[in-house]
Nanobody, 120 residues
Framework: QVQLVESGGGLVQAGGSLRLSCVASGSIFIINDMGWYRQTPGKQREFVATISTGGGINYSDSVKGRFAISRDNAKNTVYLQMNSLKPEDTAVYYC??????????????WGQGTQVTVSS
């Protein structure tokens, strides 16, 4: 099973930047998509961005133009560069991976989350 560990969260003023990282380890067979989601208290986890093995990228409308997702397949790592941060970006950010186990059954993993707080 894949394990994901995020890092890079913290406190930043509005307009500032942060870079999140997420490293995958464990029993990795195939990882296809990697991505980021976020969640605030009392709300459902929401999609932020995903990137495929081949580099195909999708962003939510709320972060398009401000956030950039990238990936290093050799290091099984995905990054999220967050620029022009707004107070409404405050959330716990979760890393996600979607792939296959060695028996070709689906393998989906979540990280433990990293807090991002944007002050006004």
């Amino acid at each position: 099973q894949v394990q994901l560990v995020e890092s890079g969260g913290g406190l930043v003023q509005a307009g500032g930047s942060l870079r999140l990282s997420c490293v995958a380890s464990g029993s990795i067979f195939i990882i296809n998509d990697m991505g980021w989601y976020r969640q605030t208290p009392g709300k459902q986890r929401e999609f932020v961005a995903t990137i495929s093995t081949g580099g195909g990228i999708n962003y939510s409308d709320s972060v398009k133009g401000r956030f950039a997702i990238s990936r290093d397949n050799a290091k099984n790592t995905v990054y999220l560069q967050m620029n022009s941060l707004k107070p409404e970006d405050t959330a716990v950010y979760y890393c996600n991976s979607v792939g296959l186990k060695s028996d070709y059954t689906p393998d989906r993993a979540w990280g433990q989350g990293t807090q991002v707080t944007v002050s006004s």
